[in-house]
């Protein structure tokens, strides 16, 4: 059995507006909107980073930042529940597994209670890469 793999997918932010946040964050970053599935595009906006394979998740809400986070990491993975497991043995702990939207997650926290969340691959191409990148 091979060694499962992950690599952060997306830098998730919060925002009430996600027209405001894409006309905001593209020109913060000089990033490009990238096409996502229609029924994914009412709450997700994703961005393209110039520089970076990482992208920016922009997610809607309209709840108040009284505890959870505005900023998060989307870890992906070849293996969710090995990641997660990886991840709770350096100390996170599962906070709330979510099936919605046609994803599949776990949203996790780490020692500090931090939000970030385990998910199924996004870029598999890029998580291949991550793959021969890490047996070197």
Known sequence: MSPHVSRVAHFVID???LDQGVAFWSAALDATEEP??????KVYRRLRLPDSEIRVLLQLTNDPKTAKERMHLDLE??????????????????W????????????????WRNEFCVLQPE??????QRRRESRN
Do not use: C, K, Y
């Open 36 to 41: 996502i599935n229609p029924d994914s595009s």
């Open 15 to 17: 925002v009430a507006d």
């Open 123 to 128: 870029f598999p191409g890029l998580l291949a």
């Open 96 to 111: 709330d597994h979510q099936n919605e939207r046609g994803f599949d997650f776990w949203v996790m926290r780490d020692p």
């Open 77 to 94: 993975t070849d293996d969710v529940e090995a990641e997660v497991r990886r991840l709770e043995a350096l100390g996170a702990i599962r």
